[in-house]
C-alpha cells in the first residue's frame, strides 16, 4: 500500500488531484484509515490513474472519464468518441499551424520593408479569359478567411469539370471581389482556364464566364499562399512608386502548383490606372 504521497509521486501527479478524484468517486482509495482519514492506494490502482489522466489528455471530461472507466459507454461508442477528439485536434492543429504562418509572413513583410525592390512589379496588359469557376464567400480577405473556402472548391472543381467533360487548357485563376451584402465578407471565385462555351456547365454548379481585358501590376508571389503578405504589400508599394492606383482585388494565377505548396508559383495581377 502507498501514501497519497507516495502514490501521487509515482503517478506523477499532485495529491490534491488525488483527493478531487476520490471526492468525485472516480479513484477512491484503497483504504482510508478511519482514525487518522489517511488515504493508502494499491499498486494496481496505477493503470486507472494512467487511463484517467490519458482521457483527460484527450479531452473528455472526468464524468465522460468515468463513464468509460466503468463500462458505461460500449467500445463501438468508445471509438467514436476518439475519432471525434482526434479530428477536433487535427483541426486544432491545423489552425495554428496556419495562425503560425501568418505571423510569420508578418515577421517576413516587416523584415523586408524598404529593402524590396519595386522593380519585381511589372504594368502589363492582360488578355481577356475565359474560366470555368465555382463560387463561395469568405468572412474576410485574410488568409485565416480565405484558404478553407478557396481549397475545397478547387477540390471539387477538377472532378466536376472530367465529368462533364470539360478539359482546362490553362492555369487556375483565383479572383475576388466584394459580397454584396457587404460587412467585410468576400465573394471567392475559384477557376481554372478553358475554352467552353460560356455559361452553366451543366447541373454541376460550375460556370464558364469570360473574364474582360485589363490593365494590371503584376508581381510573383513563390510559396505557399499562407505566405502571401509580403508579396502582396511589396505589389502595393510597386503600384504606387509607378503612379497607378489599385482598382479592385487582384487574381492569382496559379503557374506551377506541386504538391509542396512551399514550391507553389502565383502571379498576382491586380488591376490598375493611372493616379
Known sequence: MFTIGDFARYGRVSARM????????????DRTDPATGYRYYGAAQLARLNRIIALKDLGFTLQ?????????????????????????????????????????ARLRSIESEG?????????????????????????????????????????????????????????????????????????????????????PVGDTGVTVVELPPFEAATIVHRGSMDGILPTAQALA???????YRSTGYAREINLECPEDRDKWVTELQEPVSRA
Request: cysteine-free.
Open 115 to 199: 529593402r524590396m525592390s519595386v522593380d519585381d512589379v511589372v504594368i502589363k496588359s492582360v488578355p481577356a479569359v475565359r474560366v470555368a469557376e465555382l463560387t463561395g464567400v469568405a468572412a474576410g480577405y485574410g488568409p485565416e478567411d480565405i484558404g478553407p473556402v478557396i481549397s475545397p472548391l478547387y477540390e471539387r472543381l477538377f472532378p466536376l469539370l472530367e465529368e462533364a467533360g470539360v478539359r482546362p487548357t490553362g492555369p487556375g485563376i483565383a479572383r475576388y471581389e466584394d459580397a454584396p451584402e457587404g460587412g467585410g465578407a468576400i465573394v471567392v471565385h475559384a477557376g481554372v482556364t478553358v475554352s467552353a462555351p460560356v455559361g
Open 237 to 243: 508599394r510597386g503600384i504606387d512608386a509607378s503612379g
Open 64 to 104: 465522460q472519464v468515468r463513464a468509460v472507466l466503468d463500462e458505461e459507454v460500449g467500445p463501438e461508442e468508445l471509438r467514436g468518441m476518439l475519432r471525434l477528439r482526434r479530428a477536433e485536434l487535427e483541426a486544432a492543429m491545423a489552425a495554428a499551424a496556419a495562425r503560425l504562418a501568418q505571423v510569420e
Open 18 to 29: 488525488l483527493r478531487h478524484y476520490d471526492a468525485v468517486g472516480l479513484l477512491p482509495p
